[in-house]
């Protein structure tokens, strides 16, 4: 039994490698000639940790085959998973182009008895319409068209594909179950199988429930600003609860990457073509942006002007042990204090490529400091935790520290702040001096 993956992106390679090694015989497609390439040359053309292993190890076991022909890929497969993007529309709705592009492919080539599993994160109805083209394009014997949600976190990829919470199945057709099961066989985590709706909806309301979390705490940071309260306190004091739980309760400049933005964007503008409107997601979207305005603000107001000042950034990914910066907050940050004639210089471990020329990329935490007016870090890498700080008050002009992810406790500042002359400001609580 072969697998096809279509679309081999973060969360494409990583179902493509994860199952390659866990007794399935995978083939990765994907149009990208450059990405196929790299892969034939043994190199993943993105990083995520335990990936470049697994795909070694397939590799050298022979369970894992990559081409651009996407139509002999769709011919040789009896299980074919759909990983393409569904990047926004200038409107902020899904573009499922590139869905239906594959739709249109497998009707064409798409075999007797084929399964076919939707991962990318599609609107609600998107796996019913997918099943509908393909009878209506006179392919009728495939086995079912299923949504099975993608939950991974990058940055911890091959762990979640590995380990997940739960699998969730959007299915029509009862005789797909023992095949997920045997699919799957490497989970412990429970499968739940349900309506092909419901499974779309399950992940646009797991991805906005986590931003609104992530924007409640942030709501309570300007609170805690206006107050003289600290928002680390107010994160452990209803952390601990376990109903509202500690996760995604750290306050900062806000998300960012290639899902919470674009879905949350894509399920209102859903929403409002069914009538209907989500105040809350609305709401957590106008929060997420005031963070990063309100960040710049207090640095622009700290030094009196953002022009011709030199900022020492550190972290320019979404988040950590990432090499992506899609919709990462070093991009908006980058963009207001560029447009108010700052010059950035900046570093992170893993991005090598950023889109504004204005920003230079040195490749040493250190090497952006010098004579800067103030060091920021908008991604919160553990390795910006053991900086030298004799070394990063030496080398800045001012050693004024914008920590827009809260990453020290105002206790360790305080201790740092006693042999090193430091000015640190953080996110929705007082500064230090
Ligand atoms: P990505 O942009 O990294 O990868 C998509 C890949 O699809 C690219 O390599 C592209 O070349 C390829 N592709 C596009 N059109 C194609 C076609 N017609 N034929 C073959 N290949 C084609 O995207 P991603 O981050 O892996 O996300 C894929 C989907 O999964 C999206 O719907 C996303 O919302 C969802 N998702 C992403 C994550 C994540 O953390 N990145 C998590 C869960 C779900």
Known sequence: MKIGVIGLG?????????????????????????????????????????????????????????????AQAIKESTILFVAVGTPSLPDGSANLDYVWDICEQIATYGQDGQLIILKSTVPAGTTDAFAERL????????????HNPEFLRQGQAVHDFLHPDRIVIGYENESVIPMINKLYHFSEAPIQFCRRTSAELIKYAANSFLAMKISYINMFSQLCEAFGADISDIAKGIGTDPRISPHFLQAGVGYGGSCFPKDIQALIQLAKAHGHTLPLLEATQQINRRQMTHFTEKLEQRLGTLDRKRIALL??????????????PALRFCEICMAKGANILAYDPLVRAFPYAHVKLVSDPYACMEGANALVILTDWPEFRTLNWQRVCALLREPLLFDGRNLFST???????????????????????
């Open 10 to 70: 973060y969360v494409g390679l990583v179902t493509a490698a994860c199952l390659a090694n866990n007794g399935h015989q995978v083939i990765g497609a994907d149009i990208d000639r450059s990405k196929i390439e790299r892969l034939h040359r043994g190199q993943a053309p993105i990083y995520e940790e335990g990936l470049d292993e697994l795909l070694a190890q397939a590799r050298a076991q022979g369970t894992i085959e990559y081409m651009t022909d996407i």
């Open 411 to 433: 206790q360790e500042i305080k201790f740092l702040s006693q042999s090193h002359p430091l000015e640190y400001h953080s996110i929705g609580r007082p500064h230090v001096k």
């Open 135 to 146: 009878i209506q394009n006179n392919h009728t014997r495939f086995l079912d068209v299923i």
């Open 315 to 328: 972290g320019l990914s979404f988040k950590p042990h990432t090499d992506d910066i899609r919709e990462a």
